[in-house]
């Protein structure tokens, strides 16, 4: 089954936010609260958890791009 890791909701006034950096890449494994990448939005870093645990299957979120909340940033197969 297939897991999208999403831009979370972070405060009632975040609309996006940034990708910083990813501690993992395609081919990792990951543990369900794991964290997988850091996150910028308002001017506040956020540690990015995996939702599941599995495997990446893919990296959407590019370092530096602005995504809104609710879109996916990477793939997991769990």
């Known amino acids: 089954m297939r897991v999208k890791v999403k831009v979370p909701r972070l405060g009632l006034t975040v609309e996006d936010a940034i990708v910083m950096e990813w501690h993992k890449k395609v081919g990792d494994s990951v543990e369900a609260g794991e964290v997988i990448g850091v996150i910028e939005a308002d ?5 990015l958890e995996s ?28």
């Not at 001017?43 to 540690?47: C, G, P, S």
């Not at 939702?51 to 997991?76: D, F, N, Q, R």
């Open 51 to 78: 939702p599941a645990s599995g495997t990446v299957t893919e990296i959407i979120g590019e370092i530096g791009e602005t995504y809104e909340v609710g879109e996916p940033l990477a793939v997991l197969e769990v």
């Open 43 to 47: 001017k506040a870093t956020v540690e």
